[in-house]
């Protein structure tokens, strides 16, 4: 029985730029830092409020992928085709200015939708991504 997700794939198109976005700007924990035979680097970060959820830092070639296949995705993320996904926080105003301040694209500012205050960034290695504050539910009790 499948208990959980223990590693997901961010594909990027230069590891040592993704390195410095996600550590230095966005307060990402690299994990895992080395090179396997061949010069594959394995590349792994945590969010800082999810240890236990590890992202690959993975540039699109083998053995992943054969090279038509690589070179397909790297002109995905040359373009920012690649949404990756929603990043939750607590205070979206206050990491909004906080990740601007340190050099983050953002595509959309701090907006209310009916599940919460969204911003929209670009990682600056071919993905984009909503940053999220839900709104919260109202105690029930």
């Excluded at 198109?13 to 035979?37: C, I, P, R, S, W």
Aim: charged share 30%.
């Amino acid at each position: 029985m499948i208990t959980k997700l223990g590693h997901a794939n961010i594909l990027v198109l230069d590891q040592n730029k993704a390195y410095d976005v996600y550590v230095n700007k966005l307060g990402f924990h690299v994990n895992t830092d080395m090179t396997m035979e061949g010069g594959f680097r394995w590349l792994t970060i945590t969010a800082p409020g999810n240890p236990d959820q590890e992202l690959i830092l993975a540039e699109p070639r083998p053995p992943m992928f054969e090279p038509e296949d690589a070179e397909l995705v790297r002109r995905l993320l040359e373009r920012n085709a690649l949404g990756a996904g929603v990043w939750e926080c607590d205070d979206c105003q206050k990491t909004f200015q906080d990740m601007k301040h340190k050099g983050i694209e953002f595509i959309k500012e701090p907006t209310q939708e009916f599940y919460g205050l969204e911003a929209v960034f670009r990682d600056g290695c071919g993905n984009w991504y909503s940053l999220t504050q839900r709104t919260k539910e109202p105690d029930k009790s």
